[in-house]
């Protein structure tokens, strides 16, 4: 790498010098001015010694001014078709002086010249506006108020020549595998690429050119676009893209799949029927879609109503038994098949009809013996003693069972009651009751509740007890004592 450059030395005074010797140049009338320098007799002076000779001899510079040496590590750091770039460094000895700049020669089917106009700053130039296939002899020389440096030379001429670049295709991620597409859709796929000179790109299909009408292809410095207007199932297939720069290549392959909806299942048949189930069995569609199945979808329909009903849906296999059918209907099926872009706009339909029938169902009653529920009159809870108080009402209680319903007759001391107002007979759901209604001293004694009907009679009896009220207080008293 260059080292760093000196700092240029600042000569704002000699400025005026050098235009005043550029000045008398170009003029016609020169030549009366070098007549003092053929004077003799200043230079013929031996007797003041030979510094003045010395001193005369640099008519270009300061008295006592060197030029610096050559710059060093002059090198090409670029080119192209039109162009060379050169870089060096700075002299290693400058003295002084100082530097004013550089001066870059170029040597071109032999005739030299300088390709700068101004002294050049810094250490690195462009040389322009070359000719492809030129060769070019470089050289740079520095120049401060001493003068020229010995010049530094490229040791080969240069060419003026792209600098060639291996050429290197870079695939996109998403399309090192596989890329897939609808049926109609766009494909505008970019891959990027590398090199020097502007590579050549060229694109072929199983070893063919591609169609022009089906494929476009449009190439840049930088990158080549594969782009599909409408993409069809022929589109699909292996792509390869072949990069050139001189004698290096460079190759990649591109997949490109398009994919549509499948077709539908070649046959379905009904292979048997029981019960309230179906068997089906089915073959795979011929047109996959130009990509593998995923499943079926089955559909059931009633004859009835012609509806279709989703009994299945993303099924793998190429059988399957439907369940659930309702009695007496008649059914028909259909499948649909299913792949990545989605359901088949088709289905295949069973030909025959599936009937689920009510065979072996017919209801048979069990015989049963019937019950018979005739029954003799029975007390389930009999009378039980009581003693009343005369003037207050009593009542006397039992239940009794029998079908038919039996007949209940009360009775007093073996007398039947019969529509006596003074007493009360009720019986409701086989509880029987007899109400006395303010009994007096003589309404003691025996009574009886007695049940009958066809099959029998039942009888029950107890007694009743009634006392006055002196009774009473003198039984309390006994009782107390």
């Given amino acids: 790498m260059p080292s760093k450059p000196a700092p240029i030395k600042k ?95 170029v040597c071109k089917d032999g005739s030299k010249s300088p390709v700068n106009e101004d002294l050049q700053k810094s250490s690195r130039y462009v040389i322009k506006n070359q000719t492809t296939g030129d060769r070019l002899k470089i050289r740079v020389v520095a120049v401060n108020e001493g ?171 190429l059988n399957a038994t439907i369940s659930d059918l309702i009695m007496g209907n008649t059914y028909k099926f259909r499948v649909f098949s299913e792949n990545k872009v989605g359901m088949s706009e088709s289905a295949a339909v069973t030909k025959e009809e599936a009937k689920i029938l009510k065979t072996g169902i017919d209801y048979k009653p069990l015989e049963y013996k019937e019950h018979d529920f005739n029954e003799a009159p029975k007390f389930t809870t009999s009378l039980s003693d009581r003693a009343t108080t005369v003037g207050y009402s009593t009542k006397l209680l039992c239940s009794v069972r029998g079908f038919p319903k039996p007949k209940i007759e009360w009775m007093k001391n073996q007398m039947i009651i019969g529509d006596d107002p003074k007493f009360r007979q009720i019986c409701v759901q086989g509880i029987c009751s007899l109400e006395i209604r303010k009994p007096g001293n003589f309404d003691g004694g025996v009574y009886s509740c007695r049940a009958k009907n066809d099959h029998g009679e039942a009888i029950i009896s107890c007694k009743l007890d009634v006392k006055r009220k002196c009774c009473q207080e003198e039984d309390k008293r006994h009782q107390t004592q």
Avoid at 71 to 97: A, C, M, R
Wanted: with cysteine; proline share 11%; net charge negative.
């Fill in 147 to 317: 003068g020229r440096s010995p010049p530094v030379t490229l040791p080969e001429p240069v060419l003026v020549k792209e600098v060639a670049d291996r050429p290197k295709i870079r695939m996109p991620r998403f399309l090192r595998q596989r890329y897939v597409a609808h049926v109609g859709e766009k494909v505008n796929l970019t891959i990027p690429f590398t090199g020097k000179p502007k590579p050549e790109v060229s694109w072929t299909k199983k070893g063919a050119a591609l169609d022009p009408k089906r494929v476009n292809i449009r190439s840049t410095e930088r990158d080549s676009i594969l782009f599909i207007r409408s993409a069809e199932r022929d589109d699909s297939g292996v792509y390869e893209m072949c990069l050139k720069v001189e004698g290096f290549e460079d190759k990649v392959s591109l997949t490109l799949q398009i994919v549509e909806l499948p077709g539908p299942p070649a046959s379905v048949k009904i292979v048997d029927t029981w019960g309230f189930n179906v068997a089906l069995e089915w073959t795979a569609p011929k047109d996959n879609g130009n990509t593998e199945i995923t499943g079926y979808t089955i559909q059931k329909a009633d004859k009835k109503t012609g509806d279709w009903f989703t009994v299945l849906e993303h099924y793998h296999r």
């Fill in 11 to 105: 000569a704002a005074k000699k400025e005026p010098e050098k235009k005043e010797e550029k000045a008398p140049e170009p003029a016609p009338e020169p030549a009366p001015e070098p007549a003092p320098v053929e004077e003799a007799p200043a230079e013929a002076a031996p007797a003041e010694g030979e510094a003045p000779a010395e001193g005369a001899a640099p008519a270009e510079g300061n008295v006592g001014s060197e030029p610096t040496s050559a710059p060093v590590d002059l090198f090409v750091e670029d080119k192209n078709d039109n162009s060379v770039t050169i870089i060096w460094s700075q002299p290693e000895t400058i003295g002084d002086s100082g530097l004013d700049g550089y001066v870059i020669e």
